[in-house]
């Protein structure tokens, strides 16, 4: 069955440092790639679309097809990245095609 | 213009009765979702509305749990016989299609005590 592993549930970074936020999905087939994040006391909202290719609030996220991974970068986390994140992979065919992962929470330190 | 709306937005009811929770999806989006987010567990996929066709249900927990749409907009989750494990924050998103972005609702905190 499909599946989308996010495998740190909490990931504290000084300020200035690189972040990589981790994503791996299972699935024979070429998927959808999305990353939303939650800011505190605001709503899921979508941060990028793999498909689309740009990097928003200094973010970027590759697909790796060969690992099937879409791991989430930034070379510099700033204090107002922390937030929780979750990978969210559409996969086109398949039982189970809504899935988010059970999400990372970026915390930035000062 | 209007985001999606949810209502309430929290619940609190006692174990065993019956609950409705309601969604406004932007107009025009074809596409409802609804997601149970408890805490530590990420987001759960409930059911998927595409205009006309029949919903995916794949995701419901139970056959307590069910969802209907009425005239391709406004949806409803109903959850019957409420149990305490039910207690989540209930989240409902639309989008303009299938596999595009998905616009998040504040969300309903159901509290079953």
């Known amino acids: 069955a499909q599946r989308v592993t996010q495998p740190e549930k909490l990931l504290s970074v000084f300020k200035g440092a690189p972040v990589e936020l981790k994503c791996n999905y299972s699935?024979?087939?070429?998927?959808?790639l999305f990353w939303y994040v939650q800011y505190s006391r605001q709503r899921l909202q979508l941060l990028l679309r793999?498909?689309s290719r740009e990097s928003i609030k200094g973010f970027t996220a590759d697909l790796n097809k060969g690992e099937t991974s879409f791991h989430l970068k930034k070379p510099f986390a700033q204090e107002e990245d922390s937030a929780m994140y979750y990978c969210?992979?559409?996969?086109?065919?398949?039982?189970?095609?809504?899935?988010f992962g059970t999400g990372t929470r970026l915390k930035v330190l000062a | 213009g209007a985001g999606v709306s949810q209502s309430p937005s929290n619940k609190v009811t006692e174990k065993g009765k019956d609950v409705e929770l309601r969604c406004d999806p932007i107009?025009?989006?074809?596409?409802l979702y609804w997601y149970r987010q408890s805490l530590g567990q990420g987001l759960e996929f409930l059911i998927y509305?595409?205009?006309?066709?029949?919903?995916?249900k794949s995701g419901l927990p139970s056959d307590r749990f069910s969802a209907e749409r009425t005239g391709g907009s406004v949806s409803t989750l109903t959850i019957q016989r409420t149990q305490q494990e039910d207690s989540a924050v209930y989240l409902c998103?639309?989008?303009?299609?299938?596999?595009?972005?998905?616009?998040f609702g504040p969300g309903t905190r159901l509290t079953v005590t």
């Open positions: 998103a639309s989008s303009l299609a299938q596999y595009r972005e998905q616009y």
């Open positions: 699935y024979s087939g070429s998927p959808e």
């Open positions: 793999h498909i």
């Open positions: 969210a992979p559409a996969f086109t065919s398949g039982t189970y095609k809504y899935i």
């Open positions: 107009s025009g989006h074809t596409a």
């Open positions: 509305f595409q205009g006309n066709s029949a919903p995916d």
